[in-house]
């Protein structure tokens, strides 16, 4: 409150006053307007407020009946989730079995591929072996078709050489026969040696011809030998031609030996090979034995008495071939 100032006279003092109650009545009037007015909006105010409660309330209630809704929801949507949750973990165990089985199946196709492949290029590199074997195969069956047509000349030239002996042993027999008739006639002097010189010549032309004849060509026979004087030879004419058919008969043999060695220990090697070479050594080796030693028996022996005609033969291990060698023995008349 201010301080009350110093009045020179009562009226002062009374109108200051009285200024004062006016204006604080006037002031009071306003508090009690304001007042009024207070309590009208204060009254307005609570009803509005009371309105606004009652819905609040209301919208509590609703609230409420929404978040018990919305709870029991929640609890429902909880087990569904928890069940969702089991199923799913069920699930993601049998798919990580099934990933799992998954993973090992394709581990096996893997390593089934890599054998596969594997055995693709060992039959690759079994194909490739095979084609060389084939081509080998075909170069040793064209060899063995060229064998086949040498082996079969060469039969065909063994059939001509046994022809060929069983002439001579017919020749030697008709000999033979006519070497005793001649035996039994009386010797004339000095006319049956001219008779043989001729008749051992007439031989060594027919040895020469034969000869110059290939060794694939069937050998011919004289005709002369029968028509030719006969005449008995010499004791030492005799000895040296018995030890001249002795000496080829021992070459004959040792050749034959040595052949045989020789097919037995090639056969060890390639029994093929080695049989197709010495076939073809036995059957060269038997035309020369052959040929040399028919000369020497149309040689030596033309004008002598013929005892027996034995034909041997040798068979070979492997080859099939046979060797015929002419072995004459000569019956001698001392």
Known sequence: MDQVPQFSSKDEEIQYWKCLAAEYQKGMQEAREELDEFQE???????????????????????????????????????????????????????????????????????????????????????????????????????????????????????????????????????????????????????????????????????????????GSPLKTTQNNGSSPMAPLTPSARISTINIVGDLIRKAGVTTRRLELKIDCDTKWDESAAAYI?????????????????INIQCFFSQKSLHMLHCTKRQTGSSGLQISVCIVIENFQL
């Not at 010495?278 to 028919?294: C, E, F, V």
């Open 278 to 294: 010495a076939n073809k050594h036995l059957a060269m080796h038997q035309h020369q034995i052959l040929y040399g030693i028919k």
């Open 41 to 215: 909006n204060s009254r307005a105010l609570e009803l509005e407020l009371e309105a606004q409660l009652e819905q609040v309330d209301k919208r509590n209630r609703d609230l409420c009946s929404i978040n018990n809704r919305l709870q029991l929801d929640l609890e429902t949507t909880r087990d569904k989730l928890e069940q969702v949750h089991k199923e799913s973990e069920s699930q993601i165990t049998d798919i990580q079995a099934q990933l799992s089985g998954y993973r090992s199946r394709e581990e096996e196709w893997h390593k089934y591929i890599r054998e596969l492949e594997q055995a693709n290029d060992d039959l690759e590199r079994a194909k490739r072996a095979m084609l060389v074997s084939v081509e080998d195969f075909e170069t040793r069956l064209n060899l063995a078709i060229e064998r086949n047509a040498f082996l079969e000349s060469e039969l065909d030239e063994k059939e001509s050489l046994r022809t060929m002996v069983q002439r001579l042993k017919d020749e030697a027999r008709d000999m033979k026969q006519e070497l005793q008739v001649r035996e039994r006639e009386p010797p004339e002097g000095k006319t049956p040696e001219r008779g043989q010189r001729k008749s051992v010549d007439s031989n060594k032309l027919t040895v020469e011809m034969e000869t110059q004849t290939a060794v």
